[in-house]
């Protein structure tokens, strides 16, 4: 059986520049999962950006809770 990699990003959303390059691993095909800061100013807007990768099913999100 040959083994799956899952390349995922943690902390999207900790700042917008971060959040940019991880958009660009996204739109290059690089990352099938992002975990998005829950708590993160960018949090609103960080979802509308990755709303179109989820939609199209290449990409899955999971929250990072920052407590």
């Known amino acids: 059986m040959t083994p799956k990699f899952i390349y995922h990003s943690d902390d999207y959303g900790i700042s917008e520049y971060s959040s940019r390059q991880i958009l660009d691993c996204c739109t290059q ?10 708590n993160s100013p960018y949090f609103d807007r ?9 939609e199209s099913g290449s990409l899955s999100i999971t929250v990072h809770l920052n407590l």
Not at 29 to 38: D, E, K, M, P
């Open 29 to 38: 095909g690089a990352l099938q999962s992002v975990a998005i800061i829950a």
């Open 46 to 54: 960080g979802i509308v950006e990755l709303r179109p990768y989820v």
